[in-house]
């Protein structure tokens, strides 16, 4: 049976070094790290995400400027609001919650942050950066991957690693990330022909594809480890991306949904924006 990686016990311990590094900085400078959440409209799971970012931002010392707009905000103002951020040296990290309402250009919104206050590390700056290997603020799904596969113990360098994926949130940039820890990395996505030939070989197996229990106990290769990020809900109830009741058979080590990957989003959030602002300050 697989062993359980436990993303609230690891979130909360680098909480606790999130903390200390809050403090200092706000002993250092005589305030509190600031992020600003802004969410537009009103999805319900939007609205839970926000509420534990900002729980979240309480529990380790930062402070949080919570934007709450209509779902018919315009996007001049949205824009507006994003440069007044900007310009706001009490925020050191901007976080513009996705999905936003039809009638607002996404990418046009998440352009206008600046890439140092780029919480989420969504800004095409940070993902150039994070493609050629340069100094950037790296995207929180994929970063929390990284830090529960080492967990384990397990080294990255060497194995093979499948994505199943290819979003610009999670798939891509986690795909990166486990090039840098220098894995040899094998991408999937739903148009992929005999997507179990590829699974089956994966030392490290991340399925992220957003299809309820889609990764079945004869895809995994006995001994793999396997990171669920899947969030699929049904009946009201949640599933991830893997049939856990299969694949805990066959892996070595696997993440629960809820309890994995979830945590560790929000608490590298934390970490990018306590980052943000020592390196500003340095800057």
Known sequence: MAEIIDGKALSASIKEDLAAEAKRYEESYGRKVGLAVVKVGHDGASEVYVRNKIAACEKVGVRSFAYELPEDESEEDLLALVDKLNDDEEVDGILVQLPLPAHLNEKKVLARIRPEKDADGFHVVNAGGLMLGLPCTKPCTPAGIIELIKSTGAKIAGKHAVVVGRSNIVG??????????????????????????????????????????????????????????????????????????????????????????????????LKNTIESAFRCRKG
Request: charged residues 20%; negative net charge; proline residues 5%.
């Open 172 to 269: 891509k940039p986690c795909a990166m990330l486990l090039l840098s820890e220098n894995a040899t990395v094998t991408i999937c996505h739903s148009r992929t022909v005999d997507l179990a030939s590829y699974t089956r070989q994966a030392d490290i197996l991340v399925a992220a594809v957003g299809i309820k229990q889609l990764i079945k106990g004869d895809m995994i290769k006995p001994g793999a480890i396997v990171i669920d990020v899947g969030m699929n809900r049904d009946n009201g109830k949640l599933y991830g991306d893997v049939d856990f009741g299969e694949a805990e058979k066959v892996a070595s080590y696997i993440t629960p949904v809820p309890g994995g990957v979830g945590p560790m989003t929000v608490t590298m959030l």
